[in-house]
């Protein structure tokens, strides 16, 4: 590894790498990740490198029985880990998947040459902490042709693609999104593990280091923002009406061309890049993903999009009316081996 712009210690780099990963996004905010700091790693002349792990424990065997939403966690969380990184002065190295005896390793992200790019970076990295998702109501804004494209570049970096939704698909979209929303209300066991995972006013729930905080779930009258938990109300929800709730804000798919683990991995890095760009420039962003949680709707999706591949996520981005508080993690102590 060449030497630092700053000053400091391999140790130091790996933990502001981990810190930095444990605030990324992650389904239901279950943090379905473990993180090893290696002063070496397996083969000659590799250095040092943050090992980032998936958690099997912290899954959601009913929304994501294949995994797909918990790599797509962990691949944010890599690139965090690496924007952390840059910051310190160095470029990174990925490692995707590196050792078939270890499926849960999904990633090795490494120091990897000195390097100066450092403005644009720290705001990234400063970004880290203050990235929200934003369920709450959106301005009527929609993001320029200028700042579309910079995401885009983001995006495809990852290995993904972005595409924004013209009326047509919009319309589609929201079509799929009721039908989604009201198959997830109707399922018992889909809205008890929602609920295992929204913190309420209960004893104790509020001190919890992980899922959703009752305060930081939507207010709007079209709950597309937010999760299919119990108080939900889906048999409110019309097309039209969440047509119109979308076409306040742009809305954009996620897609990779295949649909395996190192796809969604992909697909995660992409949406983390994406976020802090868009935190950066003071845009927000949330979920409008049920479609994609569910076989039938996800399948069609494409076609009703208009995009080529597997689409992953479907977010909305805007300009805030109003703050959202910060959602909990785990100590790091905690997540590191
Ligand atoms: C793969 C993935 C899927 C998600 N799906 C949804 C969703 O369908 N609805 C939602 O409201 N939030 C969704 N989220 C947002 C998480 O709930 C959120 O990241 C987590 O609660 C932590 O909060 P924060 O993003 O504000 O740090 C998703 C996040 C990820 C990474």
């Known amino acids: 590894m060449a030497t630092a712009t700053g000053s400091a210690t391999t140790t130091e780099l790996l933990e502001a790498m981990a810190e930095a990963a444990r605030s990324a996004p992650s389904v239901h905010n279950t943090q379905p990740w473990r993180f090893q700091m290696a002063m070496a790693g397996a083969r000659a002349g590799d250095g040092p490198g943050l090992l980032i792990f998936e958690d099997p424990h912290r899954s959601l065997p009913v929304l994501d029985p294949d995994g797909r939403l918990r790599a797509i966690s962990c691949g944010a969380a890599a690139a965090n880990a690496e924007v952390a990184c840059r910051a310190q002065g160095f470029s990174t190295a990925v490692d995707w998947l590196p050792d078939p005896n270890r499926p849960e390793l999904v990633a090795v992200v490494r120091p990897d040459r000195a390097h100066n790019e450092q403005t644009h970076v720290m705001s990234l990295a400063n970004a880290v902490p203050s990235r929200r998702t934003h369920r709450r109501i959106h301005r009527h804004a929609m993001l320029e042709p200028g700042e579309l494209e910079a995401l885009r570049r983001e995006v495809s970096t990852a290995g993904a693609a972005m595409t924004v939704l013209d009326d047509t698909a919009r319309r589609h979209l929201a079509v799929l999104l009721v039908r989604a929303m009201v ?5 018992p066991e889909l809205v008890d593990e929602v609920d295992s995972w929204v913190r309420g006013y209960g004893p104790g729930e509020q001190e919890r280091q992980d899922g959703v905080p009752v ?8 709950p597309i923002d937010s999760l299919a938990h119990a108080a939900m109300d889906a048999d409110r929800l019309s097309a039209e009406d969440v047509e119109q709730a979308l076409s306040w804000s742009t809305t954009v798919a996620i897609s990779t061309v295949g649909d395996r683990r190192r796809d969604w991995l992909n697909a995660g890095r992409a949406l983390e890049r ?11 962003l949330a979920f409008a993903d049920q479609a994609t949680q569910l076989e039938e709707t996800r399948r069609q999706l494409p076609e009703a999009l208009d995009v080529l591949g597997h689409v992953q ?10 703050e959202v508080p910060r959602t909990p993690r ?8």
């Open 330 to 337: 785990r100590p790091l102590s905690e997540m590191l081996r």
């Open 313 to 322: 996520m479907v977010v909305r981005l805007g300009r805030p009316l109003v």
């Open 274 to 284: 994406m976020w802090l760009h868009l935190t950066v420039a003071g845009f927000v």
């Open 215 to 222: 305060a930081s779930l939507g207010t709007g009258p079209f």
């Open 183 to 187: 198959a997830q209300s109707g399922s």
